[in-house]
């Protein structure tokens, strides 16, 4: 395939000895001048629709320099060996809906695999990080880690939005860095890494992407886990919310030890002990919680 570049706007495709190959086929392909920007229904009858779509896919990843690709490709730390995935990931509806051109995939399908690909690999991670976190708990936290301020800062710190592939009118008017597209791209990364490495690979593309947020998010969690689920029962059954009264720190100060007790009202529902005065709290709660069901158990009986 010649590429002629005499007329920027309107750049064009003449199909030579590159199709020599297709039997049947050469004579009336090779007198075709296409127009990039009108359909090819003639070179589809031509010569197959499928062989057009790949020629298309061919010609935008050469008018995009090879090494757009290699550092999106660095960043992401992972190298597809089928970049036509990554260019699917990368083309926005207005790009394909401007270029009128058939065959052309945007990454909307891929965005919708790779929210599932997502939350299912958040999800794992999360029941290996906290074993005894509750499914509400456990939904908050996920919702939390794929929602569109989460997704478009991680799209932002890999400058995803230069690497984009969007209309004029869309480019014109800052999509390259609307929040709502550059998350739907993250996800749609996601999903090529998958279909391109499998799931292995789309574990790892996670983790180092998620993996820091995950750990915050499960300190936060941890901290507030015992503790939410006792104030949760406290509040329908006493109508007041636990509180924690500390003792004074024992130990020497580098192996400091902390006490809490949880009260309610002027009930002690639970002590517990820790490096810190948080890891006390959660083990007061804990005992709060053993207790309170202990206390339910014991009046249905």
Known sequence: MVLSDANPSRKTCQVSENLAGLTGYTERVDKMLINRYTPLSALSRACGFRFVRQRRVTFIMKNRSKADFDALESSLDYHFSNRALLLEALTHRSYVNESRERGLKDNQRLEFFGDSVLGLLVSRRLLELL??????????????????????????????GQFLLLGRGEDKTGGRGKKSILADAFEALVAAVYLDG???AAAVFVERFFGPLLERSVDDAVDRDYKTRLQELCQPLFGVTPVYVHEEAAGPDHARVFTATVRVGETSFGTGSGKSKKEAEQAAAREGILCLEQRKAEQGT
Do not use: C, K, Q, W
């Open 131 to 160: 074993p005894g976190s509750g499914e509400g708990n456990l939904s908050r936290i996920r919702a939390s880690m794929v929602d569109e301020d989460t997704l478009a800062g991680l799209a932002e710190g890999i400058l995803l």
């Open 198 to 200: 499998g799931f292995d």
